[in-house]
């Protein structure tokens, strides 16, 4: 979510450039398409992710309740430490059998807590 107030900005900025690739010739357009696929293949993954270096609770957490939940999840089940034939993140803690139970029965609105893992 750190992207998302450039989600605008970025689209109108391609919608520009698109609009300015309609006045090239078509090899240019090819070209330009060409340059931006392989800047697009070598640039490198953002390293703001996760700073692996923070403690997952600290004393301010404790006092105001308000916790850093990525930094808690994220060695679990973030995409980028997927690997196959990995373990669904919190199957041991009967979680995945309470979301299967809450389909089944049919109930539109539930009230629970860690709702993002039911």
Not at 39 to 46: K, Q
Request: charged share 20%; with cysteine; glycine share 10%.
């Amino acid at each position: 979510m750190s992207g998302r107030f450039f989600t605008a900005s970025l689209l109108v900025s391609v919608l520009l450039l698109i609009r300015l690739l309609r006045g090239l010739p078509p090899r240019g357009q090819t070209a330009a398409l060409a340059v931006t696929v392989i800047l697009g293949l070598c640039a490198a993954p953002p390293n703001f992710i996760l700073p692996t270096d923070q403690p997952r609770f600290t004393e301010r957490d404790l006092v105001t309740g308000i916790n850093d939940e990525r930094a808690f999840y994220y060695p679990i089940s973030g995409l980028m430490n997927y690997r196959p034939g990995k373990q669904i993140p919190f199957s041991g803690e009967g979680w995945v059998e309470h979301g299967y139970a809450l389909r089944e029965s049919g109930k539109a609105v539930v009230v629970e807590k860690n709702v993002g893992f039911i």
